[in-house]
């Protein structure tokens, strides 16, 4: 029987008798193998350093270094090898030992060659295996990767297609939830939230407006102040906003907990649960922060002019520790410091315009 190996592959045979390498190494280079020997484990050691090998063929008892070290190191550096212990003591549970550690088979002496043979061809066919296996599992995880992506660009198409349709609903809203999203993200970065929460974060701020899909077009272009039952009525977009997100975001919970409670309070005077303090989640609370900086410094039709933006930090200060955390504040105060603020594209913001009177904006 010649086995089915290719002038490449390399088998390396250790053991303190040379007669018995000799032995061996005849065998395999007869089935195609370039054989290298070596007399104890730390020889073996440093063969393998310079040529990694496709088989290790290795004695149990042998000096220095011994077969089990050897089958040890073997499988912490080149666990791609295959390993077939050889050994004079017929014990099953030495046996048992070496194949639980990694061994793919084992040899006692006095052994006949055909069985050898036939031994080796066995563990080249069991590593053949499982690199085919590791191969494939690599591959899948690529195309699950793959899939992953276009289903997560997909989404987020849908999302941004929602956010769209609201934009056409509420012209006065163009570009809002862009910029909000913009902000929320440079808030979370200067509070140091890592990278994951700073992408759900920036999702939550793009779509944190779209229960105003529900909201009647005469409320949200009224040209002059809301009515107390108007702005009641505003005030419901966010948990609409969050019933039509919920299925679409059950893996991303920030981004849900944000289009929900974007408007509690830090007083717990917010809606639509009047959660209080760090009862609302850490992303809402930033949210709420963006929303109110964006609309301050916007245009819209229910107040007079946009603010500057240090007059709408002023205004976030002032309302440090009734509307917004003051923890957040301060974030923002450190990122309009840093200039991280003015970073947001000048395109996405809104214009400032002629000062006006100091007022939070329902956002």
Known sequence: MTLPTSPSNFCLVVDDEPRLRQVLIHLMRNDGFECLEAGDGLDAVAILEKQPVHLVMSDLRMPRMDGKDLLRTVRARWP???????????DVEVAVSCLS???????TKPFHLEEVRARVAQALEKRRLILDNRDYQERLEDRVAVQARRLEELFLTSIQSLAETL???????????VRVSLYSSVIARALGLDLELVQQIELGGHVHDLGKIGVREAVLNKPGPLTSDE?????????????????????????LRIVRSHHERFDGRGVPDGLAGTDIPVEARIAACADSL????????????????????????????????PEIVTAVVRAADDGKLALIPQQLRAPILTPAAPATSIG
């Open 80 to 90: 791609d090898t295959a390993v077939v212990m050889i050994t004079a003591v017929a």
């Open 101 to 107: 550690m990694g061994a793919m088979d084992y040899l």
């Open 167 to 177: 934009e056409l609903k509420d012209p006065y809203t163009r570009g809002h939830s």
């Open 231 to 255: 702005y009641e009525h505003i005030m419901t977009h966010p948990v609409l906003g969050w019933r039509i997100m919920a299925p679409l975001l059950s893996e991303a919970p920030m981004a």
């Open 294 to 325: 964006d609309a301050m410094t916007s245009g819209r039709p229910y107040r007079g002019a946009p603010l500057t933006m240090a007059e709408a930090i002023h205004e976030l200060k002032a309302n440090s520790g009734s509307q917004f955390d």
